[in-house]
């Protein structure tokens, strides 16, 4: 149960870490993400409590969603998002980068163009999208590009 501890604790901190913004910042523009990596180690017994072990591993296998969706939150503070089109519902965390340079108004260089040509494809996803092979082109560009090296 130290998940559900370190989750009030979130939830406290966080409200702490808003109120000394609004009093060390007063009137200052912020954006802030919150996002969970993964889900608590016990979700899977709340999710179908009657599987068994071997079944449990087989969905864990097929990347069942029930089991990695997780959550993101954008809050603002005394700033208004500027776009929030590639905010989705579900999104993939590999463009959580590119719905902050959108919500923030910044301009998008060409892999993040094309990073967002693939969100609106694949409607959030990006492992799972098309079996994998938007994200292997994807990440094939970036090292055509220079952008990853020493693979």
Same mark, same amino acid.
């Given at each position: 149960?130290?998940?559900?501890?370190?989750?009030?604790?979130?939830?406290?901190?966080?409200?702490?870490?808003? @109120?000394?913004?609004?009093?060390?910042?007063?009137?200052?523009? *912020?954006?802030?993400? %919150?996002?969970?990596?993964?889900?608590?180690?016990?979700?899977?017994?709340?999710?179908?409590?009657?599987?068994?072990?071997?079944?449990?591993?087989?969905?864990?296998? %097929?990347?069942?969603? %029930?089991? *990695?969706?997780?959550?993101?939150?954008?809050?603002?503070?005394?700033?208004?998002?500027?776009?929030?089109?590639?905010?989705?519902?579900?999104l993939d965390a590999p463009?959580?980068?590119?719905?902050?340079? /959108?919500? @923030?108004?910044?301009?998008?260089?060409?892999?993040?163009?094309?990073?967002? %040509?693939?969100?609106?494809?694949?409607?959030?996803?990006?492992?799972?999208? @098309?079996?994998?092979? /938007? @994200?292997?082109?994807?990440?094939?560009l970036l090292i055509?590009?220079?952008?990853?090296?020493?693979?």
């Amino acid at each position: 149960m130290s998940w559900l501890r370190r989750q009030a604790m979130s939830e406290r901190d966080y409200k702490v870490f808003l @109120a000394r913004l609004a009093r060390e910042f007063p009137g200052e523009p *912020f954006l802030i993400v %919150r996002y969970g990596d993964h889900q608590p180690d016990f979700a899977k017994l709340i999710i179908d409590p009657m599987i068994d072990e071997m079944e449990l591993g087989r969905r864990l296998m %097929r990347n069942d969603s %029930r089991y *990695f969706t997780t959550y993101y939150a954008i809050d603002a503070i005394n700033f208004a998002p500027v776009n929030l089109s590639s905010a989705l519902d579900t999104l993939d965390a590999p463009y959580l980068p590119l719905v902050v340079q /959108e919500a @923030a108004g910044l301009p998008l260089d060409p892999s993040f163009t094309e990073q967002k %040509r693939i969100l609106e494809r694949c409607k959030g996803l990006f492992y799972d999208c @098309a079996g994998g092979a /938007e @994200a292997r082109r994807f990440n094939r560009l970036l090292i055509d590009a220079g952008l990853i090296k020493g693979l």
